[in-house]
């Protein structure tokens, strides 16, 4: 989960548009300001959060903090989960943030750190740039850090074991790479109507339609290092997966791209009612599951975790090699005294290992990893807890789904057209990712 640092600082009004400098003050505020916290202070913190009713790693995170502080209490203000980003930095310019707040993806985090909205949480970093089991480099900007993770979802692998028993064909290994992955999904797709399931509405794998479930993954497992390509505009490496991706929807392999996209299909149907007896997707979607399983949104099978199939052009790694962006907290610049002393406490806490507990127990994958915490996750009541899910669950390398960098939003952007010229197959692959590096030399983005 290591990133390259190398690249120049986003202009703050470059991809939001919004003038965030309104802020005020010179630059973030400095931790070393802040009073020291007092456990013992009455005081009330605000927290940012969305879709609270079907994200329930809020309100957990806020009432472990607060059982453990009770004269602390955290109000958690809901924001739209669709609109975020553009609700966030319209009120950092206004200087109406929460105390704190989440940082989605690595996608936005340069911008947000240039708002002059975020204080400077270095101290806490501090604590934790030995600790093995926290991976923080991802926030390291010159130096300084202006968010802790708390959240590091991965991709992994996910399979139901019921319909391969079924089917006869082999669950996956640690061993597999996509052509494995292709073969077994032909394999199912001769053997599924065989074992009784509906040909024209099941299908072997899904390939869900966004552009990092192959943009990301040629970056990550390319072995290139985005400097050299990415921001530089050169996508060649991005040739291989794509034409995985089209032989998979061209084999009927996983519902098209463009039925997936203009029906809304949800994932989470199609693996949690058997529709698909493969899904790639994030760590995140295992509490989704198991809550569905108990509430009846999903049927009841057997199911596991494996490590995404890696590159079969690309030499052995020691690990996986798979992506994933952390999801952050802030803490507001405009917090002062006791304010700013609780908010950064909560977000000591939500990084360590106490929050990556409280996260555990609902399954939500913390960016805290150590023993307990493992024990934790997989007690939980419905968990997949064979070997290899806990395997792929905890041994990986993971690489950043969005590299940070000047232009990032734009080169992103235009990417994203690339795919569904692809995935609709109205533009070549060479054709799609020329017009792409193109478009972007064009908004002078990079230069020769």
Not at 130 to 136: F, P, T
Request: glycine fraction near 6%; charge should be negative; proline fraction near 4%.
């Amino acid at each position: 989960m290591k990133l390259n640092r190398i690249f120049k600082a986003v202009a703050v009004t470059s991809v939001l548009g919004l003038a965030l400098a309104g802020c005020g003050g010179g630059g973030s505020s400095s931790s070393s300001s802040s009073d020291a916290f007092d456990k013992n202070a009455k005081t009330e913190i605000t927290m940012a959060g969305w879709s609270l009713d079907s994200t329930p790693e809020f309100k957990t995170l806020a009432d472990a903090f607060m059982a453990k502080y009770p004269n602390v209490k955290v109000n958690i203000k809901q924001y739209s989960a669709d609109d975020y980003d553009k609700q966030m930095t319209a009120d950092i310019s206004a200087g109406s943030q929460p105390d704190v707040f989440p940082i989605k993806n690595l996608q936005k985090y340069l911008t947000y750190s240039q708002s002059q909205g975020l204080a400077d949480l270095s101290d806490i970093a501090a604590g934790y740039k030995d600790d093995k089991n926290i991976d923080i480099s991802n926030y390291e900007l010159d130096g300084k850090y202006y968010a802790m993770p708390y959240r590091q979802d991965s991709w992994v692998l996910f399979y139901n074991k019921d319909m391969m028993k079924k089917a006869g064909v082999d669950t996956p290994t640690d061993k597999w790479t996509w052509d494995d992955y292709t073969k077994a999904a032909e394999q199912l797709k001769t053997n599924l109507p065989k074992a009784g399931y509906d040909a024209k509405s099941v299908y072997p794998i899904y390939q869900h339609n966004w552009q990092s479930v192959v943009q990301a993954f040629a970056l990550a497992q390319t072995g290139y290092k985005p400097d050299t390509n990415f921001f530089k505009a050169k996508f060649d490496y991005m040739k291989p997966f794509y034409e995985r991706a089209l032989k998979w929807q061209d084999e009927k392999l996983t519902i098209d791209w463009n039925t997936s996209k203009t029906t809304s299909v949800q994932y989470q149907a199609q693996f949690g009612t058997q529709k698909a007896a493969m899904l790639p997707m994030g760590t995140w979607y295992a509490a989704t599951l198991v809550q569905q399983q108990k509430s009846g949104d999903a049927e009841k099978f057997s199911w596991g975790i494996a490590p995404i199939p890696q590159n079969p052009d690309s030499s052995s790694s020691d690990k996986p090699v798979t992506f994933g962006d952390p999801t952050g907290l802030a803490v507001s610049a405009k917090s002062e005294g006791q304010k700013l002393a609780a908010a950064k406490e909560f977000v000591k806490f939500a990084s360590g290992e106490d929050g990556a507990k409280a996260l555990a127990k609902i399954a939500t994958t913390p960016a805290y990893f150590s023993d307990a915490v493992a024990d934790t996750y997989f007690g939980v009541d419905g968990m997949a807890t064979d070997d290899l899910t806990k395997e792929a669950w905890q041994n990986h390398d993971t690489k950043p789904e969005n590299p940070v960098g000047e232009g990032s939003d734009t080169i992103i952007s235009l990417l994203n057209d690339a795919h569904s010229s692809i995935m609709t197959e109205t533009s070549s692959v060479n054709d799609a990712l020329a017009k792409a590096t193109q478009d972007i030399k064009d908004q002078g983005i990079v230069t020769e």
